[in-house]
Every structure is written in C-alpha cells, then in structure tokens.
T-cell receptor, first 115, second 112 residues
Framework: NAGVTQTPKFQVLKTGQSMTLQCAQD?????MYWYRQDPGMGLRLIYY???????DKGEVPNGYNVSRLNKREFSLRLESAAPSQTSVYFC??????????????FGEGSRLTVL | GEDVEQSLFLSVREGDSSVINCTYT??????LYWYKQEPGAGLQLLTY?????DMKQDQRLTVLLNKKDKHLSLRIADTQTGDSAIYFC????????????FGSGTRLSIRP
C-alpha cells in the first residue's frame, strides 16, 4: 500500500526555470494538500483541493499553481522558480477536508533547491 | 493571527521520559494534534485531543492539555532510540484539515 507518493524526491533548479511536483494517493481520499517546510518554521499550506474539481489558496500561494488532475493526483507547479522557493515540499491527503479528526497522510517530501 | 510555538530541540537519555511542550495562541482551538516526522519521511499523526479533554493516554504516550494556559504537552514514557524524530504540535478551530496550523517542530534526540 503506497499511500501518498511524490516525485521527484530531489530537484535542483536555476532561477527562472519551471517545474512540476507530482503527487498521487491510492487511498481514495477526496482532499489533497501541498505544504512547504522551511527550517525553524512549521509546515505552511500552499494550496489545497478539498474535492476533485476544486482548488483553493492556502497561506503562501504566491509563485505557485496547482492542478487537481483527477481524484488521485494533485500537482504543484513553479512557473518561474526563485531562491525563496528553496524548501522541502510535502503533499498530503485526507478522506475529507471536513473529516472528524483532520488526520493528514503525508508523502515523503520533495527537496527543491533553486540556485 | 494564530501561532503555535515549540522549543526546537530536546535531548533525553534512553529509558527516561520525554516531555515535549507546545503553546498556542488561539483560544478557539478545538482540535490539537501531535505529528511525528522520522528522518527522510513525511509527517504521521501520533495522536490528537479535543479541547474538552484534559488528558489522553495511548500506550507510552500521554497528552496533557491546559486550556486555560493554552499549553499542550506530549509525554513519551520509556523513550527508545526509535522515538528519535521531529514532533510537531498542531491546532485547528475546526476539523477541517486545511485550517490546521503547525508548530515548527521539536527535534528529539536520544542519548545512550
């Protein structure tokens, strides 16, 4: 049972380049999320998709776009990468954004460095 | 705005108890969580507590909530090397996962 799978695990970009982080979950969850994790800071929500066909901004959406491709897949795109976007990115999912406990299931993370 | 604060590091001797502390600012917090992140992995929910509870125990884990002081703690009894990880405190006013606010995490290291 794979859970939440993210690709790639590591990526180095030059300033101005674009790239897409892919995320897929096999738990039949309705809601999916993208977070970034920076040293000394908690996880910050970039975008989320409460259900297939919907996406919403989180706390730090600037410089990112997302696509909920289908129920399983939720991608995060950096159109023009900046050094401030150097971070570890986590994808997460849950059965429903308005579930009883709010338990999130996380992928292993994608470490992105922008030079 | 809402904030969740934790100390960054904690070092404990193997076999001792670990106590990880967290304070939060939102008095409307209803759901409080502890997540664990092992090296190279994503976060995993350890336990959660509702604001109408004072304590929750699950095997070696004890969560204490002082709602008046907005203080949450996680006690790990008989700490083992496998407990080495980063522990994140998190809170939310609702059960909506998109509203969860995470702390910066406490890195727990175990001394032999």
């Amino acid at each position: 049972n794979a859970g939440v799978t993210q690709t790639p695990k590591f990526q180095v970009l030059k300033t101005g380049q674009s790239m897409t982080l892919q995320c897929a979950q096999d738990m039949n969850h309705n809601s999916m999320y993208w977070y970034r994790q920076d040293p000394g800071m908690g996880l910050r929500l970039i975008y989320y998709s409460a259900s297939e066909g919907t996406t919403d901004k989180g706390e730090v959406p600037n410089g990112y776009n997302v696509s909920r491709l289908n129920k399983r897949e939720f991608s995060l795109r950096l159109e023009s990468a900046a050094p401030s976007q150097t971070s570890v990115y986590f994808c997460a999912s849950t059965r429903s954004d308005r579930g009883v406990t709010g338990e999130l299931f996380f992928g292993e993370g994608s470490r992105l460095t922008v030079l | 705005g809402e904030d969740v604060e934790q100390s960054l590091f904690l070092s404990v001797r193997e076999g001792d108890s670990s106590v990880i502390n967290c304070t939060y600012t939102d008095s409307s917090s209803t759901y409080l969580y502890w997540y664990k992140q092992e090296p190279g992995a994503g976060l995993q929910l350890l336990t959660y507590i509702f604001s109408n509870m004072d304590m929750k125990q699950d095997q070696r884990l004890t969560v204490l909530l002082n709602k008046k002081d907005k203080h949450l703690s996680l006690r790990i009894a008989d700490t083992q090397t496998g407990d080495s990880a980063i522990y994140f405190c998190a809170e939310s006013r609702t059960s909506s996962a998109s509203k969860i606010i995470f702390g910066s995490g406490t890195r727990l290291s175990i001394r032999p």
